[in-house]
């Protein structure tokens, strides 16, 4: 059974999205509530809940997301000027779609907790 989230919703389609990145492991796409002038959230399309149900076998996604950001941020210019990346874990840890996912933060100095001044 398909997982049923708002982000494999904008993995196939259903809801639209500003879409900057595709391959096949992985998608990024423009947050509708930003929290920066860049807020660009990239999801692997395998369903993984949160960052505690990522097996060892899994670890690749992991650096999959990683890189995927650092090279949006070389590719858009902003690499050099610094941004932010954030994965949430469950409720306390500011989660609120259940499935992996990396946000990408930049375009401004940043305050402490992820938000541009």
């Known amino acids: 059974m398909p997982s049923d989230t708002i982000f494999d919703k904008i993995i196939r389609r259903e809801i639209p999205a ?9 998608i990024g796409f423009r947050d509708i509530a930003p929290q920066a002038p860049v807020h660009v959230l990239f999801v692997p399309k395998t ?8 097996q060892p076998s899994q670890a690749e996604v992991l650096g999959r997301l990683a890189i995927a950001a650092a090279d949006f941020a070389k590719q858009q210019g902003f690499a050099q000027d610094g941004y932010r990346v954030v994965i949430n874990c469950n409720g306390h840890g500011g989660q609120t779609v259940f499935q992996v996912h990396l946000h990408l933060l930049a375009g401004a100095p940043l305050g402490r907790f992820g938000t541009a001044r």
């Open 18 to 26: 500003d879409i900057v990145f595709e391959d096949e492991h992985l």
């Open 47 to 54: 369903p993984i809940a949160t960052l505690n149900d990522v």
